[in-house]
């Protein structure tokens, strides 16, 4: 599909089209690296706007902070609870791994 759109669009775009292919490679590394059962899970922000919800919830909950530290630390204490709820799930599953090895940093 980058071949693709590199012929079609390569003499009307030359400029944006170079960005393109230097980047390509490193935006889609995840598709070599990791299992394909991973791919959906990867390419989203799923897991981050629930998080901003999240913060942005709590932080309405309590209208006015009296200072930026305090609401600071209500976003931190947020977000260290997610982390933990995170560690205990298996969002993605490491079985997929040895089928295909892991992946390159």
Do not use: C
């Not at 899970?41 to 919830?57: H, I, S």
Request: aromatic share 10%; no cysteine.
């Amino acid at each position: 599909m980058a071949e693709e759109f590199v012929e079609l669009y390569g003499k009307r775009f030359p400029k944006a089209v170079a960005v393109f292919e230097a980047g390509i490679s490193d935006a889609l590394s995840y598709l070599l690296s990791f299992p394909g059962s991973h791919h959906a899970r990867l390419r989203t922000t799923n897991m981050l706007e629930r998080l901003f919800e999240e913060v942005k919830r709590r932080t309405r909950v309590v209208g006015v902070f009296p200072n930026e530290m305090s609401a600071a630390t209500l976003a931190t204490e947020i977000a260290l609870r997610s982390s933990e709820q995170w560690a205990l799930k298996r969002y993605l599953t490491m079985e997929a791994f040895e089928a295909v090895g892991k992946p390159n940093p």
